[in-house]
């Protein structure tokens, strides 16, 4: 017996600005297509099947004045509504709520805090009656670089992240 592995092939297209216009995903028998605003924002993305050239979603986002993301609407295939994000930021630019809806109902809710540096310390998890808590603790390399962050879910440690810096005088 053998095992065949086909390898994962993807053809992207970029315009002068050098935003993604297509991406053609053989092996899934997809293709994806960009729009963008004036300002460079993604503000389309549709998904069609290659072998029909049918819809299989579309995604639709929407920018603030200061280019923040502040809603996305997924599509079905049949053109409703699957889900809706509303996303909301603090005066420096930073994510604290995002609020995910389906069928116009609110599904869960996502906050998120931020120390000193705007490094993300906390996110908060709410769907129905379960809330789970995230957090995250940093050290830092005498540059004041974070070299590991730990992340904690409900109080406890359960991922550790990494970096190693190369200096150069």
């Known amino acids: 017996m053998y095992s065949v592995s086909i390898p994962k092939v993807e053809i992207a297209l970029h315009d002068e600005k050098g935003n993604k216009r297509k991406l053609n995903l053989p092996n899934k028998g997809i293709y994806c297509t960009y729009k963008y605003d004036e300002r460079g924002n993604l503000i389309e993305e549709r998904i069609t099947r290659a072998k029909d050239g049918s819809s299989a979603g579309y995604k639709i986002n929407s920018y603030d004045e200061s280019n923040n993301k502040i809603e996305e609407k997924k599509y079905s295939s049949a053109g409703v509504l699957d889900t809706r994000n509303i996303y909301k ?22 906050y998120y805090k931020y120390n000193n540096r705007g490094e993300r310390i906390e996110e908060k998890y709410e769907y129905s009656s379960i809330i789970i808590n995230s ?3 940093y050290k830092y390399d005498e540059k004041g670089n974070w ?6 879910i409900d109080d406890k440690p359960k991922y550790i992240e990494e970096r190693k810096y190369e200096y150069y005088d």
């Open 135 to 137: 957090t995250y603790k």
């Open 147 to 152: 070299i590991n962050r730990i992340e904690f």
């Open 89 to 110: 930021y603090n005066e420096k630019g930073e994510l604290i709520q995002q609020s995910i809806y389906t069928s116009d109902k609110l599904y869960s809710n996502i």
